[in-house]
C-alpha cells in the first residue's frame, strides 16, 4: 500500500535452495540469524557479480553490524572475517523462534530497525552508481551500549578457502527438463578427456538407505531439493538418509550407466535459474538454465 507500483515476491524455503539465478539483481541484501545461508549467500554474490549488504544485531553490548561487499578477486567476502570457530561452527542454526532447548538472542526490535535503515542507506548509494565512493570488504559498527561507531576495512584472508572468483555464465533457453544428462556433460570445452557436472552449493545423492529395515534405492539426485516423499521407504514408510560414501560434488558420464537416457537436469533436481558448471582437462564452462 506504501508503493502500489513495487513488485514483490515472497520465497519461502531456505535460501540455498533458492535457484541462485532468482538472486541476480542489482543489489542483494541478507540479515541472517546462522552463518551458513550469509556463507551460501556471500559466494552465490561473488558468483554473480552482485553487490552484497549484509546486516546483523547482537543484543550483548548492542551492537548493529553492517557489511558491503563488492565482488572482485583482490576483495574481501563474506568468509574471509571468519575465525576457525565460526567455520567450525557455520551449519549450527539459530532460528528467529527457538525451541526451549536453544536460547534466543533477545536481541531488542529497535536494533534490528537501526540495522535495516543503514542497511538502507548502503544499497542506495549502491543504487544510484556511487561505487566510486564505496569501500568494499568495510564494516560498520554501531556500539549502542556506548553510542560509538567504529569503520573498519576487511581484506581478503590469505586463509579464505573461497575462490573469490566471478562466473561468465551462459544462459541456457531450454527448461531443465529439456536437457538431458548426458547433453550436459557434452556442454564442456571439448577435450579428449571426461567432463564432468557440477550444481552450484550442491551435492549429488546416488543411494538412499533406510535406517530401519536396511533396504536401499539407487537415486541420482541432488541432496538439497530431496523432500520427505522423496526420501520415503517404499517398504516400511521410514525417511531414507544418503549414506556419505554415496554422496558425491560432480557427476560423470560412468555414473549413468544403467539408467536411462532419457534423464533430465530436472530428474536430478534443478530447476530454472540454476547454476551449473561443466568441467573438463581444458577448463569449465558455467551455465543458467532457463524457464522456456
Known amino acids: 500500500?506504501?508503493?502500489?507500483?513495487?513488485?514483490?515476491?515472497?520465497?519461502?524455503?531456505?535460501?540455498?535452495?533458492?535457484?541462485?539465478?532468482?538472486?541476480?539483481?542489482?543489489?542483494?541484501?541478507?540479515?541472517?540469524?546462522?552463518?551458513?545461508?550469509?556463507?551460501?549467500?556471500?559466494?552465490?554474490?561473488?558468483?554473480?557479480?552482485?553487490?552484497?549488504?549484509?546486516?546483523?544485531?547482537?543484543?550483548?553490548?548492542?551492537?548493529?553490524?553492517?557489511?558491503?561487499?563488492?565482488?572482485?578477486?583482490?576483495?574481501?567476502?563474506?568468509?574471509?572475517?571468519?575465525?576457525?570457530?565460526?567455520?567450525?561452527?557455520?551449519?549450527?542454526?539459530?532460528?528467529?523462534?527457538?525451541?526451549?532447548?536453544?536460547?534466543?538472542?533477545?536481541?531488542?526490535a529497535y536494533l534490528g530497525q537501526i540495522a535495516a535503515g543503514w542497511q538502507y542507506k548502503e544499497c542506495m548509494a549502491l543504487l544510484e552508481e556511487e561505487r566510486g565512493a564505496m569501500r568494499s570488504g568495510y564494516q560498520v559498527l554501531l556500539d549502542g551500549a556506548s553510542n560509538r561507531a567504529v569503520v573498519s576495512t576487511r581484506r581478503r584472508s590469505a586463509d579464505c578457502t573461497f575462490d573469490h572468483r566471478y562466473w561468465s555464465i551462459r544462459f541456457l533457453a531450454e527448461p531443465p527438463g529439456a536437457v538431458t544428462l548426458n547433453r550436459a556433460l557434452r556442454l564442456g570445452p571439448a577435450a579428449s578427456g571426461e567432463s564432468r557436472l557440477r550444481v552450484f552449493g550442491e551435492t549429488i545423492a546416488q543411494r538412499l538407505t533406510c535406517p530401519k529395515c536396511n533396504r536401499f534405492r539407487r537415486v541420482l539426485h541432488l541432496t538439497g531439493r530431496m523432500d520427505e516423499s522423496f526420501r520415503r521407504c517404499g517398504h516400511c514408510g521410514t525417511g531414507m538418509d544418503a549414506p556419505g560414501l554415496y554422496i558425491t560434488d560432480t557427476l560423470a558420464r560412468d555414473q549413468l550407466r544403467g539408467l536411462s537416457p532419457r534423464l533430465s537436469l530436472h530428474s536430478l533436481g534443478i530447476r530454472a535459474g540454476d547454476l551449473f558448471s561443466v568441467e573438463t582437462p581444458l577448463g569449465e564452462v558455467h551455465y543458467m538454465t532457463g524457464d522456456g
Do not use: H
Open 1 to 108: 500500500s506504501i508503493n502500489p507500483g513495487m513488485q514483490v515476491e515472497v520465497i519461502a524455503e531456505p535460501v540455498q535452495r533458492v535457484p541462485v539465478g532468482r538472486l541476480k539483481a542489482s543489489v542483494i541484501a541478507t540479515g541472517f540469524d546462522s552463518l551458513q545461508p550469509r556463507g551460501w549467500t556471500g559466494r552465490a554474490a561473488f558468483r554473480l557479480g552482485v553487490p552484497l549488504v549484509d546486516a546483523g544485531v547482537r543484543a550483548e553490548g548492542q551492537f548493529v553490524r553492517i557489511d558491503t561487499y563488492l565482488p572482485s578477486p583482490e576483495e574481501a567476502c563474506v568468509e574471509c572475517g571468519w575465525s576457525d570457530e565460526e567455520r567450525a561452527i557455520e551449519n549450527n542454526r539459530y532460528p528467529c523462534r527457538p525451541p526451549v532447548q536453544t536460547a534466543p538472542t533477545g536481541a531488542p
